[in-house]
């Protein structure tokens, strides 16, 4: 009795059906309108795209362009490449303009497909980006199918690792961009790093088609593209924390060797809180528990680490003033690797040995974030229907299953289950063998490398001969696979090989064409040459047709379905017959995973022999549902996750929107008068509180502030006297003193060059401080686990606390920026050049004088360098900017930190603040 739901797919359809079926007035349309586009010129078919344009312009949709935007794509494909795009490629293309993943089957032609959802979105003029998995496909892609866009008047580029950024401007500016996935994650983050418009790279983040689109989108989702530089010198800190580590008792903290970790218990946090207050690296009245404190419990769980989880001599040895990690699994040293997130220079500080700066993050991105960035997405795969869930619900993409051009007579065998591995591999040599012998292709999957090599050795063994596809050369990679249909032949490949490359059988005529014709040189006649290759394809065709198509012989199920099904999708194409089968082992790890021991005592109270196979379907389907369920359990893991970069995400778009409109505008004095105004009234809030009485206002502290910030001696404590004067008089008058030392810096400077500093100190403050609250969301994110134990959220915590820490970011922003245009100044390049001339005469003058009191000194003494000009910025009419000197006491410029002498923690801070120096600049 046939159930409900597949009744109604009987009368209704399903989904995807009904979606293929909407398609098709649209198909008939563009068909009907072939006879008009294949009578116009070369010249009248580029003339269509500027009409195309233009009717864009003026108000029509791209949706009201696609027939005939898809009618003259198809006929110039038709002219360049020989090639008119089926029925159902037109099909794929419209999914492709709406935003879905078109999955089809390898060998249906999606690369050409996707010229015509690129065309049509091109015509809006903000340029398409086609993204692709390595360099290589980029590159061709780009070269063959631009055959087909330049005779549209198209232009295109290509974006590869290694190119020179002035090329990458041009390729990006091109209608249409092939890159790499990588590629365009990269340039994201520099051009997010760049100081002006004009540096900038990417224009826009409008369309784009990702090819392979389950690998990039899933498979490579949570890989975060990382730009680092080395980070600040902590090397004092990590020395400091390092001391208290041997005075912690065993209550102190709890290790768990299992894992490799080591926590604090609460009477370690609490004697960890009263020493770093002892010793002023906790500012007074903070706590642990603070998120201004997150790096600081991050080193002392770093330091703990060291001493309490890394042994000397086990995990590791000093050589030469370094420590060098040893592998634990063969014992060997493992120079120049080093342990990451300022674990390795815990040890060192352990040690005792010299501390290398630590790596930190400048800028970084996952797969998800960027390609969320933009208005509209498409993809392509032979393999998207199994994860429609996940693309769905992270990408907003929806799965349309474009049915094939002709029907698939491909047979699929039941998989057959070995006992062991040895077994298993036995039958897969024998039946390579086999099919070698009859003059049938055969592709061999395996998961790994190491499998590779095995089975390679054992078909070595067996005088089999054949190829191993190393993943490493796309170029060596292409080129098998191109030759994977030749009959008889025996290819061994990875899961994640071979995409991209279409396995023809009998062989692949272009291919062997350009290395007929490299091998000829330049006599050869290439006309003559195709067609001799033609016909020996032919024949090979014939023969490996007769021989049953491609055998797609798969060594293990993969934990992905989507992974089985690319490999089972190589054979099969436009209508040939083929066969694929796997072989499985009760020892292989998903059958592990799906609970073999009582299969294995099953099968041998049934008295399975040596060697002997189960096969049946319902095997397939158990198979099937526990890797449903793994794929269940991967993209819950990858949704937690994406949730947790959402957080900086979000703050991501803020601070790198707010780069680019400090670029795009000129006048940014609304911006930081603004700032200065908040900073103020911040001032007020904190030092003279409202409605409080004038003897509980902090005007001494106030007035260390405005020294600090602005450079100015102000008659706080004369304002605060006054009768009569509140919180907000004083408030008016700060601003107002404030507005006029600005106006005066305006007036002596020029308001040119001053907007040109404001631009770039505003850019280089938001730079550094990003960039140390990356540092610290890191941090952040490696600790906020542990509050699960205390029965809460960690993404709320998470959450919370991020938000708190973007909160203290936007507000050193402002002070920051305040303070550094209250006290900059602007020189000319002859007073640049006076300035070095005469520091470099005091030095000279300083060294004599101390080689005539001390001639023992002299010789040692190396000659002075000149001074480099202490630069912030640079104003592009050649002024140079400089912080301005503040008035010198006893040598020392309290806005100069190279003149201060070593301060004492408990000293006052020789800024001037009147806090002590542990509190101000020497705070931790």
């Known amino acids: 009795m046939l159930g409900l739901g597949t009744i109604a797919k009987k009368v209704f359809g399903t989904p995807n059906d009904r979606k293929i079926k909407a398609t098709r007035p649209l198909v008939e349309q563009i068909n009907a309108l072939e006879p008009e586009f294949t009578a116009l010129s070369d010249a009248e078919i580029i003339g269509k795209t500027a009409e195309f344009r233009?009717?864009?312009?003026?108000?029509?949709?791209?949706?009201?362009?696609?027939?005939?935007?898809?009618?003259?794509?198809?006929?110039?494909?038709?002219?360049?490449?020989?090639?008119?795009?089926?029925?159902?490629?037109?099909?794929?293309?419209?999914?492709?303009?709406?935003?879905?993943?078109?999955?089809?089957?390898t060998g249906e032609g999606k690369t050409l497909m996707a010229t015509l959802p690129v065309y049509l979105n091109a015509l809006a003029g903000r340029g398409v980006h086609v993204v692709t998995v390595n360099?290589?496909?980029?590159?061709?892609?780009?070269?063959?199918?631009?055959?087909?866009?330049?005779?549209?008047?198209?232009?295109?580029?290509?974006?590869?690792?290694?190119?020179?950024?002035?090329?990458?401007?041009?390729?990006y500016d091109a209608d249409v961009t092939y890159a790499t996935n990588n590629e365009l994650g990269f340039d994201y983050l520099r051009d997010n790093m760049k100081s002006s418009l004009d540096q900038v790279l990417q224009r826009d983040h409008y369309f784009a088609i990702v090819d392979e689109v389950d690998s990039i989108l899933v498979d490579e989702a949570r890989t975060p593209l990382i730009i680092s530089g080395p980070s600040q010198d902590r090397s004092e800190?990590?020395?400091?924390?390092?001391?208290?580590?041997?005075?912690?008792?065993?209550?102190?903290?709890?290790?768990?060797?299992?894992?490799?970790?080591?926590?604090?218990?609460?009477?370690?946090?609490?004697?960890?809180?009263?020493?770093?207050?002892?010793?002023?690296?906790?500012?007074?009245?903070?706590?642990?528990?603070?998120?201004?404190?997150?790096?600081?419990?991050?080193?002392?769980?770093?330091?703990?680490?060291?001493h309490v989880l890394f042994k000397r001599d086990k995990d590791y040895i000093v050589r030469n003033g370094e420590v060098v990690l040893i592998d634990e699994f063969t014992g060997r040293m493992m120079s120049g690797r080093r342990l990451s997130e300022g674990l390795h220079q815990a040890i060192e500080a352990k040690e005792g040995v010299s501390i290398q700066p630590e790596n930190v993050t400048l800028a970084s991105v996952?797969?998800?974030?960027?390609?969320?960035?933009?208005?509209?997405?498409?993809?392509?795969?032979?393999?998207?229907?199994?994860?429609?869930?996940?693309f769905q619900e992270i990408y907003n993409l929806g799965v349309v299953e474009v049915p094939t051009n002709r029907p698939v007579i491909r047979q699929d065998d039941d998989d057959q289950v070995f006992r062991t591995a040895r077994e298993k591999y036995e039958a897969i040599v024998i039946e390579i063998k086999r099919a070698h012998e009859d003059g049938q292709p055969i592709l061999v999957g395996t998961t790994s490398i190491e499998k590779s090599e095995l089975l390679s050795g054992m078909l070595k063994a067996a005088s089999v001969p054949h190829n191993v596809l190393n993943a490493r050369y796309h170029e060596q990679e292409a080129k098998i696979i191109a030759e994977a249909g030749?009959?008889?032949?025996?290819?061994?490949?990875?899961?994640?090989?071979?995409?991209?490359?279409?396995?023809q059988l009998g062989g692949n005529v272009d291919a062997r064409v350009l290395d007929e014709l490299e091998t000829a040189g330049e006599d050869a006649d290439p006309a003559a040459i195709r067609a001799r290759v033609e016909a020996q394809i032919a024949e090979a065709k014939a023969k490996a047709l007769a021989a049953g198509g491609?055998?797609?012989?798969?060594?293990?199920?993969?934990?992905?379905?989507?992974?089985?099904?690319?490999?089972?999708?190589?054979?099969?194409?436009?209508?040939?017959?083929?066969?694929?089968?796997?072989?499985?082992?009760?020892?292989?790890?998903?059958?592990?995973?799906?609970?073999?021991?009582?299969?294995?005592?099953?099968?041998?109270?049934?008295?399975?022999?040596?060697?002997?196979?189960?096969?049946?379907?319902?095997?397939?389907?158990?198979?099937?549902?526990?890797?449903?369920?793994?794929?269940?359990?991967?993209?819950?893991?990858?949704?937690?996750?994406?949730?947790?970069?959402?957080?900086?995400?979000?703050?991501?778009?803020?601070?790198?929107?707010?780069?680019r409109e400090i670029?795009?505008?000129?006048?940014?004095?609304?911006?930081?008068?603004?700032?200065?105004?908040?900073?103020?009234?911040?001032?007020i809030t904190e030092h003279v509180p409202a409605r409080a009485y004038a003897d509980q206002w902090d005007i001494e502290g106030l007035n260390a502030e405005v020294r600090r910030i602005f450079g100015v001696d102000l008659p706080l404590q004369a304002w605060a006297d006054e009768e009569g004067v509140d919180d907000e008089t004083i408030s008016e008058r700060l601003i107002a003193e404030t507005d006029r030392l600005m106006a005066a810096k305006v007036a002596h400077y020029g308001a040119q060059a001053m907007r040109s500093v404001e631009k770039q100190v505003l850019l280089q403050v938001i730079d550094q401080n990003w960039r140390e609250h990356l540092v610290t969301l890191d941090h952040l994110r490696s600790v906020v686990g542990f509050?699960?134990?205390?029965?809460?959220?960690?993404?709320?915590?998470?959450?919370?606390?991020?938000?708190?820490?973007?909160?203290?970011?936007?507000?050193?922003?402002?002070?920051?920026?305040?303070?550094?245009?209250?006290?900059?100044?602007?020189?000319?390049?002859?007073?640049?050049?006076?300035?070095?001339?005469?520091?470099?005469?005091?030095?000279?003058?300083?060294?004599?004088?101390?080689?005539?009191?001390?001639?023992?000194?002299?010789?040692?003494?190396?000659?002075?360098?000149?001074?480099?000009?202490?630069?912030?910025?640079?104003?592009?009419?050649?002024?140079?900017?400089?912080?301005?000197?503040?008035?010198?006491?006893?040598?020392?410029?309290?806005?100069?930190?190279?003149?201060?002498?070593?301060?004492?923690?408990?000293?006052?801070?020789?800024?001037?603040?009147?806090?002590?120096?542990?509190?101000?600049?020497?705070?931790?």
């Open 237 to 306: 800190l990590y020395r400091t924390i390092d001391k208290l580590v041997p005075e912690l008792q065993p209550e102190h903290y709890e290790v768990d060797e299992k894992q490799r970790g080591a926590t604090f218990t609460e009477e370690g946090n609490e004697f960890l809180e009263r020493r770093l207050l002892e010793d002023g690296i906790l500012a007074e009245g903070a706590t642990l528990y603070d998120p201004e404190s997150t790096n600081l419990v991050h080193h002392v769980n770093q330091a703990l680490r060291a």
């Open 366 to 390: 996952t797969f998800q974030n960027y390609f969320r960035l933009y208005e509209k997405l498409g993809g392509m795969t032979g393999t998207a229907a199994t994860e429609a869930e996940e």
């Open 54 to 105: 233009e009717r864009f312009a003026k108000g029509e949709t791209l949706d009201d362009l696609l027939p005939e935007a898809f009618a003259n794509a198809r006929e110039a494909a038709r002219r360049t490449l020989g090639l008119r795009p089926f029925d159902v490629q037109l099909m794929g293309g419209i999914f492709l303009h709406q935003g879905n993943i078109s999955e089809m089957k």
């Open 787 to 924: 509050r699960g134990y205390a029965q809460r959220d960690p993404l709320n915590e998470y959450k919370t606390e991020a938000f708190q820490l973007f909160e203290s970011l936007l507000n050193r922003l402002r002070i920051e920026v305040t303070r550094m245009l209250a006290h900059v100044q602007i020189m000319t390049s002859e007073q640049q050049q006076a300035m070095i001339a005469e520091m470099q005469a005091r030095a000279e003058a300083e060294a004599k004088e101390q080689a005539a009191s001390h001639p023992e000194l002299a010789e040692a003494t190396a000659a002075p360098q000149p001074a480099p000009a202490a630069a912030e910025a640079t104003d592009p009419s050649g002024a140079q900017v400089v912080p301005m000197p503040a008035p010198r006491t006893a040598g020392v410029d309290p806005d100069d930190p190279a003149t201060w002498s070593r301060s004492g923690r408990n000293d006052p801070c020789p800024c001037g603040s009147g806090k002590k120096y542990k509190h101000c600049h020497g705070r931790v």
């Open 663 to 683: 670029m795009e505008v000129e006048d940014l004095s609304e911006i930081t008068r603004d700032m200065r105004h908040q900073v103020i009234e911040d001032l």
């Open 486 to 503: 030749v009959p008889g032949a025996v290819t061994i490949a990875t899961n994640m090989a071979g995409r991209g490359t279409d396995i």
């Open 550 to 659: 491609l055998y797609v012989l798969a060594t293990e199920r993969h934990e992905s379905r989507r992974i089985d099904n690319q490999l089972r999708g190589r054979s099969g194409r436009q209508g040939d017959p083929g066969r694929t089968s796997f072989y499985l082992s009760l020892e292989d790890d998903l059958m592990r995973i799906f609970g073999s021991d009582r299969l294995d005592s099953m099968l041998g109270r049934l008295g399975m022999k040596e060697g002997e196979a189960i096969v049946h379907p319902w095997v397939n389907k158990a198979l099937e549902k526990a890797q449903g369920k793994v794929e269940a359990r991967n993209f819950d893991i990858r949704k937690n996750l994406l949730k947790f970069d959402d957080v900086m995400n979000d703050q991501r778009k803020a601070i790198f929107a707010q780069r």
């Open 135 to 171: 360099d290589y496909l980029a590159r061709r892609d780009a070269e063959w199918m631009s055959l087909v866009y330049h005779a549209l008047g198209m232009t295109v580029g290509v974006v590869v690792p290694g190119m020179a950024e002035p090329e990458k401007k041009v390729a």
